[in-house]
């Protein structure tokens, strides 16, 4: 028999076996359904952490970023003296340097009057630090005494603020500080924080008074046009010692991202699930794939007494773990898009579904799907002609 | 020339003190379209000897040439040759649940390259309509009975025109009216298509189907094999 017709006469048969017993058949989607709608979850869910974590850093704007070296995320900095930033302007290639205040606070819901924790960042005005629209539009209303915007993309329960506002209704407490909203920009919640509020370095000390002015959370420095940044960094680590470090902006992105990805357990966890959910799809296909082999032997066996290569009996089953695969994915695709739209509106953080997750959760499952298959043509072994005399 | 020559074939299953020898330096032939019927007590070889006969077994003491190959110590490629040239009938009619009766007897066909989808269908068809099953080309083994898919399996074993058909049993799992009928109709075919039968049975209501009647016991054939006439 020539090749293409063994691989179409083994891909019908499949099919039609497959096909056959329409409990086990949706059984065995059911399998790879799950296992992909697992996949996709656990991968959005590690998407969007991601997405989420730098929501953040990748609206920031300088060459250089100065961290204390114990700071983890941005979230949860350590201080470090803002005098260790100023020395940096003893670099020539250093235009000029800004902090950053970053904390957490509780932002009272004008409506409801119960307040919840967000970030509030802090920052030089005069620096245009931040990369966003509304927020630069708004820079000089930000220089007024007990001001901040608001970010739109903040959960629900702050409170419809961007209405709010529209209607006059502006003014509501931050930290148990009177704060009056005088715009919204748009950055995000993450895993961290629920929302966020940016205001100028001296509106944040008003908000949190027990807050030193010299001790800073995030450096930020500005280089002359053409400097080298590369090695301004160098040359600025070994200025500011060995208690602090020094990212360009991509590394600022990624150190970000790295503390969900290894401090916290997060990745761990999620890559985990990936595991499981590709380990239980994995039994299940087996398993079906192993019964059919089994109940179907005798028919296995007389085709290779009429003459049938094992090769060919082998593509049998490979067909069923393939069509398995293609029948679960595709509509593991569909639930995992309404899940994503349902998870988005709940959590308030972006699912992207991408085509690049698409196939890689199909590679993924069709991967599975195919070990699976491989290890039930084991069974085939059994399938001995011989024996049925 | 003979179309199965055995001579002095043993075999053993098992090796040191658990081996146990099957067949005793067996020989015979059968000539094409001879009907031979092999018979024998339970355990006396007749079944290793027609699984070696059909290539599913490797004897390695004789020789057993089939069809005018050699298949004692004779490698997969040859065996699997010799097998596409053959039909077997088993006890148990091992078709397909989820194909139809044509269906299944076109598996026989999808090792032919030269004949297209039509072809096949069509020789099914007929080979369908020749063992009296042309209404039931399209029903599924479930929806025939035990006489009817034994008559499937016989269409499936002879619509490649194989020159030999080994058959195991085939009334076993009938009654005594479908495995009369169910012989009978192997034997026209047999004798229509110029193949040739070898049978193994116990069933000794079908014995008068053939030409002749070979005894093993204990491994050997014994004097009283004789023609069936």
């Known amino acids: ?389 | 020339m003979a179309l199965v020559d055995v001579k002095g074939v043993s075999f053993a299953y098992g090796a040191g003190e658990f081996r146990r020898q099957v067949l005793n330096n067996v020989d015979f032939s059968v000539d094409r379209g001879e009907i031979v019927i092999l018979t024998g007590p339970s355990g006396s070889g007749k079944t290793t000897l027609l699984t070696i006969l059909g290539g599913l077994r490797l004897a390695v003491t004789g020789s057993a040439v089939v069809l005018g190959r050699e298949l004692v110590n004779s490698d997969e490629n040859v065996r699997m040759g010799v097998r596409r040239q053959i039909g077997y009938i088993f006890q148990q009619h091992n078709l397909f649940w989820p194909l139809t009766a044509v269906e299944n007897v076109c598996m026989a066909l999808e090792l032919d390259d030269r004949l297209s989808e039509a072809e096949r269908r069509q020789r099914a068809g007929e080979m369908l309509t020749e063992v009296g099953l042309a209404d039931h080309l399209d029903r599924r083994p479930k929806q025939l009975s035990g006489g009817q898919r034994q008559r499937v399996a016989i269409a499936r074993a002879l619509v490649s025109r194989p020159k030999l058909v080994l058959a195991d049993e085939p009334t076993a799992s009938l009654d005594k009216a479908s495995g009369h009928e169910a012989v009978n109709i192997l034997k026209r075919l047999a004798k229509d298509y110029g193949a040739t039968i070898l049978l193994v049975t116990h069933d000794y209501r079908i014995l008068d189907i053939a030409d002749r009647i070979i005894t093993l016991e204990d491994g050997a054939i014994t004097p009283q094999s004789v023609p069936s006439s």
């Open chain 1, 1 to 389: 028999m020539t090749p293409f017709p063994t691989f179409f006469f083994a891909a019908r048969l499949a099919w039609r076996q497959l096909t056959y017993d329409k409990p086990k058949l949706i059984a065995a989607t059911l399998g790879v359904l799950f296992a992909s709608v697992l996949v996709f979850m656990q991968l959005g869910f590690l998407d969007s952490l991601y997405a989420s974590a730098v929501s953040a850093p990748i609206k920031m704007r300088a060459d250089l970023f100065v961290l204390h070296k114990q700071t983890e995320a941005l979230w949860r900095p350590v201080q470090f003296e803002r005098s260790a930033l100023m020395r940096a302007l003893g670099h020539p290639d250093v235009r000029a340097v800004y902090p950053m205040y970053v904390s957490l606070g509780q932002f009272k819901n004008m409506d409801t009057h119960i307040q919840r924790t967000l970030m509030v960042y802090g920052y030089d005005l005069n620096g245009d630090l931040i990369d966003d629209v509304d927020i630069c539009a708004r820079a000089d209303d930000l220089k007024r005494q007990d001001v901040a915007l608001f970010d739109i993309a903040s959960r629900p329960e702050f409170g419809p603020v961007s209405e709010q506002i529209s209607k006059g209704r502006d003014v509501t407490e931050v930290n148990g500080r009177r704060i009056k909203i005088v715009g919204t920009f748009r950055m995000g919640t993450t895993f961290a924080a629920d929302g966020n509020v940016v205001t100028s370095d001296l509106n944040f000390h008003r908000i949190f008074p027990q807050r030193a002015f010299d001790k800073i959370d995030l450096g930020f420095v500005l280089l002359n046009p053409g400097s080298d940044v590369r090695k301004a960094q160098a040359d600025l680590l070994a200025l500011m010692g060995q208690e602090m470090r020094v990212f360009d902006y991509n590394e600022l992105v990624e150190f970000e991202k790295g503390y969900w990805e290894n401090s916290a357990p997060m990745g761990f966890i999620f890559g985990f699930g990936v595991v499981m959910g590709l380990v239980v799809g994995m039994v299940i296909v087996y398993q079906i794939l192993f019964t059919d082999v089994s109940n179907n032997l005798s028919q296995y066996a007389t085709l290779k007494a009429m003459g049938y290569s094992q090769f060919y009996l082998q593509l049998v089953v490979l067909s069923s773990a393939i069509y398995l695969a293609l029948l679960g994915f595709a509509l593991g695709l569909g639930l995992s898009v309404a899940l994503y739209r349902l998870a988005e509106q709940e959590i308030f953080i972006p699912f992207p579904m991408p085509l690049g997750k698409i196939a890689t959760v199909f590679a993924f499952i069709l991967t599975m799907c195919s070990l699976a298959g491989a290890l039930a043509i084991r069974r085939l072994k059994a399938a001995n002609p011989a024996d049925m005399f």
